[in-house]
Structures are given as structure tokens and as C-alpha cells.
């Protein structure tokens, strides 16, 4: 099927979707727990549990989805179909997931609608998403076009998660200080981000095209199947990477309303979250002049160093020292983590490249539901012990009576170590394994032209064929 050419109309479009990939992911990172806690009225432990739940369905439905996407066969193609339909439910689960549940009601009742409502979210977040980051590998076949498309892509993502951070933040507080009451709260984040979040994936459904050419046989979800991906060395090595990165940011994410309403109380998390996004914005332009002359691993690794110690000393900060330092610091972390907060999904679809070369097929939907799987089942647990180390260390939840309470040493200790230890050892451990990442930039060219000649049933040379072995053992 002859299909429209790639336009800078389709690229800004597609790109604009990932405003609910990283904004939705980033708000629900920084407020959601908070919100069940000190909002709800969740113990800790619960709300974490309540999180957990719903987290390792979502990563249990990220693989089912990418076999379903892989075998969708319609005119409109296989991966908008979903986008479209999940961003007409985007709105209903932002509703339900945010509406203030009355005091009224017993801690059970609470927890079983907290684990109800995310799990509806999850589960459209899965259809969305799992098609989406697989759309991010076939809206273009062209490799230079493809970097660009996932770097504006990326842009608009961290954009968006500046919004749906520094917003939400600034909400929280101005609503925890009494500007204004919950039933306003509900409206700018239940009804106000739904709407933000659902516009861009319609539109997704009308105005972008799918250009990967079609495996001739189905796929069917087994065990198999499901490990498929994993068989390669150059996938497994960026599901890794991707591990370090994204449990990093959500336990950063999480923890940082907590950080300043309680440990470092002359901070603002908007200013932090500011900081933190802001500068990340401004390394855009540096990264874009990268991503195609250098290795990408890299980018990803070269700035952790500085990352890992200035984010060491924002956890053990003083409380009585200037907090201008630890903003300064905050900036520090920002600039060396700018290069891994970006390149996983950029190197996506070069690991798909690899895995279609070795496995001669291109299941991409199981690809990125493998990815997501992995990330959101390690994130949960993640999730989990953040908060069971608040209630092991004795965290006091607001009440009316007391909405703001003073928090014991040992929660405020707890508070300190979950955030910041954790992020120090998961990117340090990012940092070894980014090193050791086969594919290089010549790597991801060579398997391109081999992929081309492939799809175009070209002879190879002898020197071609063994050439083509060697990349395949590198690879896979």
C-alpha cells in the first residue's frame, strides 16, 4: 500500500502524544502518593500497596497489549486504532482516580477504591501507550528522521512534564496552605489534565500514518513469546538502562513533595521540580547536536558521574543551611542526568533494528510491552518500599486536626535515605552498564543497511555474509 509521505505536520502531531507518556506518568510520580496519604488519608504503607497493585497489572498488561497491537489489522493500522479509543478514555480515568473521597468513609473502602480506579488507568495507559512507543519505531522508516521525530518527541515530553509537575506541585501547596478547597482542586486536576491529556491522542487516530511493513504471519501471546525480545543482547542491555533511568525519576518523583514538606521545609518542590526540568530543557540543543555524531550510549552515560554526587548531597543537605545550595545542587543532578533521561527511548527503536535482523522478524509491540513490563513491575516494588520505609520509620499522616504534623527523626532520616540512596545506586549502576552497551552509532548503521538489503532481497557478497554473522553475535 502506497503510503503519504513523512511530513513536518505528522512528526509535530505524533510527537505531541507523548505529552500524556511523560506528563500523566510525571504528575501521577509526583502527586499520587501524596494525594492518598495527605489528601485521601491512606496510611503509607497502603497507599504504596495501592499503587503496587495496580503497577504490576499494568506491567503484566504491557506484554498481552504489544502482542494484540503486533496483530491488529485494520485500514486505519494496527497501533492508532488503540491510541485513539484510549484517548477517548483518558478523560473518564482522570475522574475517577482523582475524585476526594469523603472522611466518612472507613481506610478499607478508600484503599479498595484507590486500587479499582488506577487499575482503570493502568489499564488504559497500556492501551496507549504500548502502540504508541511502537509507533515511535514505524512511523518512519528513515533512520535520521526517526532520531528527530523521538527527540521532538522527548522535547514535548519533558515540557509536558514540567507542566504536570511544577503545576500539580503548586496546586498541592497553595491548597495545603487554604487558598483554595478541594472541589478546585478536583476540577484542575481530574477534569483540566484529562482534557490535556486525551486532545493530543485523538488527534494521533485521525493524523498520523504507520509505514513498518507488515509481518505476514500473527504472533500468538505465550511464554515464548513473551521472552522473545529478551534473546536479544542489544535489547537487554537498553531494558537495563532503561531500568536505572526510570526507577531513579520515580522514586525521585515520589519522594520529593515529601522531601520538602518535611526535611528540607524552607524548600519548595515547584522550585526544585523547576530547577531540575528546566535545566534539562536547556541541554536539549546540545543533546540534538549529539544524538547523531557520537554514540548514543555516550550521552547516556557521560554526565551520571556529576549526577550521582551532586544528588548525594541534596539528600544528606542540612536543614538549616541556605536552601539555595541545595537548588544549586538540584541543578547539578539535572545537568549530568539530562543525557540518561533521554536516550533510552531514542535507542529503541535501534534495538529493534537489531532484534528484526537476528530474529528476521519485527515484533515491535512485543518489544516495547517487554520494556514497559520490566520498568513498571521493578517501579512498583520500588514504589512499595518507599512506602514502607515512611511507615517502618514512623511516618505521621496529616489529619484535620493536625494537617501539617512534625515528622519523627527516624521518618525524616527515611524520607532522606529512600530518595537519595536510591537514585545514587540504581545510576551508578546505569553508568557501568551504558559502558558496556554494544550498539554503537557505526553498529546501528551497518544493521540498517543490512535490514535495507534485506527488504530489498539484495545479494549479499561472501565479505557481506560474514560480516552480517559478526553483528548478529554482537547483537544477539
Same mark, same amino acid.
Given at each position: 500500500m502506497t503510503q503519504k509521505p513523512f511530513n513536518n505536520r505528522?512528526?509535530?502531531?505524533?510527537?505531541?502524544?507523548?505529552?500524556?507518556?511523560?506528563?500523566?506518568?510525571?504528575?501521577?510520580?509526583v502527586l499520587y502518593l501524596i494525594f492518598l496519604t495527605d489528601i485521601i488519608g491512606i496510611n503509607p504503607a497502603l497507599a504504596a500497596t495501592a499503587i503496587m497493585v495496580s503497577k504490576v497489572w499494568d506491567a503484566v498488561s504491557d506484554p498481552l497489549m504489544g502482542v494484540i497491537s503486533d496483530n491488529t489489522r485494520t485500514k486505519f493500522g494496527r497501533r492508532r486504532p488503540y491510541i485513539f479509543a484510549g484517548g477517548l478514555m483518558v478523560l473518564i480515568?482522570?475522574?475517577?482516580?482523582?475524585?476526594?473521597?469523603?472522611?466518612?468513609?472507613?481506610?478499607?473502602?478508600?484503599?479498595?477504591?484507590?486500587?479499582?480506579?488506577?487499575?482503570?488507568?493502568?489499564?488504559?495507559?497500556?492501551? +496507549?501507550?504500548?502502540?504508541? @512507543? !511502537?509507533?515511535?519505531?514505524?512511523?518512519?522508516?528513515?533512520?535520521? =528522521?526517526?532520531?528527530?521525530?523521538? %527527540?521532538?518527541?522527548?522535547?514535548?515530553?519533558?515540557v509536558a512534564s514540567a507542566v504536570c509537575t511544577l503545576v500539580p506541585s503548586l496546586l498541592l501547596e497553595q491548597f495545603k496552605a487554604g487558598a483554595f478547597g478541594i472541589n478546585v482542586f478536583y476540577i484542575v486536576v481530574g477534569i483540566g489534565f484529562g482534557i490535556f491529556f486525551a486532545l493530543p491522542l485523538i488527534l494521533i487516530?485521525?493524523?498520523?500514518?504507520?509505514?513498518?511493513?507488515?509481518?505476514?504471519?500473527?504472533?500468538?501471546?505465550?511464554?515464548?513469546?513473551?521472552?522473545?525480545?529478551l534473546r536479544i543482547r542489544a535489547f537487554r542491555g537498553l531494558v537495563y538502562m532503561y531500568l536505572c533511568q526510570s526507577i531513579s525519576m520515580d522514586i525521585l518523583s515520589a519522594g520529593i513533595i515529601f522531601f520538602t514538606t518535611? +526535611?528540607?521545609?524552607?524548600? @519548595? !518542590?515547584?522550585?526544585?521540580?523547576?530547577?531540575?526540568?528546566?535545566? =534539562?530543557?536547556?541541554?536539549?540543543? %546540545?543533546?540534538n547536536s549529539l544524538v547523531n555524531k557520537i554514540d548514543k550510549k555516550r550521552v547516556y552515560y557521560y554526565g551520571l558521574p556529576l549526577a550521582v554526587v551532586a544528588f548525594l548531597f541534596v539528600?544528606?543537605?542540612?536543614?538549616?543551611?541556605?536552601?539555595?545550595?541545595?537548588?544549586?545542587?538540584?541543578?547539578?543532578?539535572?545537568?549530568?542526568?539530562?543525557?540518561?533521561?533521554?536516550?533510552?527511548?531514542?535507542?529503541?527503536?535501534?534495538?529493534?533494528?537489531?532484534?528484526?535482523?537476528?530474529?528476521?522478524?519485527?515484533?515491535?509491540?512485543?518489544?516495547?510491552?517487554?520494556?514497559?513490563f520490566i520498568r513498571k513491575t521493578a517501579s512498583a516494588i520500588a514504589i512499595q518500599i518507599f512506602g514502607i520505609m515512611l511507615a517502618v520509620s514512623g511516618y505521621v499522616k496529616p489529619t484535620d486536626l493536625v494537617p501539617s504534623p512534625t515528622q519523627p527523626n527516624a521518618a525524616v532520616w527515611g524520607i532522606r535515605l529512600a530518595?537519595? %540512596?536510591?537514585?545514587?545506586?540504581?545510576?551508578?549502576?546505569?553508568?557501568?552498564?551504558?559502558?558496556?552497551?554494544?550498539?554503537?552509532?557505526?553498529?546501528?548503521?551497518?544493521?540498517?543497511?543490512?535490514?535495507?538489503k534485506r527488504e530489498k532481497k539484495e545479494e549479499l557478497t561472501e565479505e557481506e555474509h560474514k560480516r552480517l554473522t559478526e553483528i548478529k553475535q554482537i547483537v544477539g
Amino acid at each position: 500500500m502506497t503510503q503519504k509521505p513523512f511530513n513536518n505536520r505528522e512528526k509535530m502531531i505524533f510527537a505531541w502524544g507523548d505529552v500524556f507518556g511523560g506528563g500523566s506518568q510525571a504528575m501521577i510520580g509526583v502527586l499520587y502518593l501524596i494525594f492518598l496519604t495527605d489528601i485521601i488519608g491512606i496510611n503509607p504503607a497502603l497507599a504504596a500497596t495501592a499503587i503496587m497493585v495496580s503497577k504490576v497489572w499494568d506491567a503484566v498488561s504491557d506484554p498481552l497489549m504489544g502482542v494484540i497491537s503486533d496483530n491488529t489489522r485494520t485500514k486505519f493500522g494496527r497501533r492508532r486504532p488503540y491510541i485513539f479509543a484510549g484517548g477517548l478514555m483518558v478523560l473518564i480515568a482522570y475522574l475517577l482516580m482523582w475524585f476526594p473521597l469523603g472522611s466518612g468513609l472507613t481506610e478499607g473502602v478508600k484503599v479498595f477504591y484507590a486500587i479499582t480506579t488506577y487499575l482503570f488507568y493502568s489499564t488504559v495507559a497500556t492501551i +496507549v501507550m504500548v502502540p504508541y @512507543s !511502537s509507533l515511535s519505531a514505524e512511523i518512519t522508516t528513515d533512520t535520521k =528522521q526517526r532520531n528527530s521525530t523521538n %527527540l521532538i518527541r522527548l522535547i514535548i515530553s519533558t515540557v509536558a512534564s514540567a507542566v504536570c509537575t511544577l503545576v500539580p506541585s503548586l496546586l498541592l501547596e497553595q491548597f495545603k496552605a487554604g487558598a483554595f478547597g478541594i472541589n478546585v482542586f478536583y476540577i484542575v486536576v481530574g477534569i483540566g489534565f484529562g482534557i490535556f491529556f486525551a486532545l493530543p491522542l485523538i488527534l494521533i487516530g485521525f493524523f498520523t500514518r504507520e509505514r513498518a511493513n507488515l509481518p505476514i504471519e500473527k504472533s500468538v501471546f505465550s511464554m515464548k513469546t513473551f521472552v522473545k525480545p529478551l534473546r536479544i543482547r542489544a535489547f537487554r542491555g537498553l531494558v537495563y538502562m532503561y531500568l536505572c533511568q526510570s526507577i531513579s525519576m520515580d522514586i525521585l518523583s515520589a519522594g520529593i513533595i515529601f522531601f520538602t514538606t518535611y +526535611v528540607l521545609i524552607s524548600g @519548595s !518542590s515547584t522550585v526544585f521540580l523547576g530547577i531540575f526540568i528546566g535545566v =534539562q530543557l536547556l541541554m536539549f540543543p %546540545l543533546i540534538n547536536s549529539l544524538v547523531n555524531k557520537i554514540d548514543k550510549k555516550r550521552v547516556y552515560y557521560y554526565g551520571l558521574p556529576l549526577a550521582v554526587v551532586a544528588f548525594l548531597f541534596v539528600g544528606l543537605y542540612p536543614e538549616d543551611w541556605p536552601i539555595v545550595g541545595a537548588y544549586a545542587l538540584t541543578g547539578l543532578t539535572a545537568l549530568g542526568f539530562a543525557g540518561a533521561q533521554l536516550m533510552s527511548w531514542i535507542i529503541f527503536p535501534d534495538a529493534v533494528d537489531a532484534g528484526e535482523l537476528v530474529l528476521g522478524e519485527r515484533p515491535t509491540g512485543s518489544f516495547s510491552g517487554i520494556m514497559t513490563f520490566i520498568r513498571k513491575t521493578a517501579s512498583a516494588i520500588a514504589i512499595q518500599i518507599f512506602g514502607i520505609m515512611l511507615a517502618v520509620s514512623g511516618y505521621v499522616k496529616p489529619t484535620d486536626l493536625v494537617p501539617s504534623p512534625t515528622q519523627p527523626n527516624a521518618a525524616v532520616w527515611g524520607i532522606r535515605l529512600a530518595m537519595s %540512596l536510591s537514585f545514587v545506586i540504581l545510576m551508578t549502576l546505569g553508568y557501568f552498564l551504558a559502558k558496556r552497551f554494544v550498539l554503537t552509532k557505526s553498529l546501528t548503521l551497518e544493521i540498517s543497511s543490512f535490514l535495507d538489503k534485506r527488504e530489498k532481497k539484495e545479494e549479499l557478497t561472501e565479505e557481506e555474509h560474514k560480516r552480517l554473522t559478526e553483528i548478529k553475535q554482537i547483537v544477539g
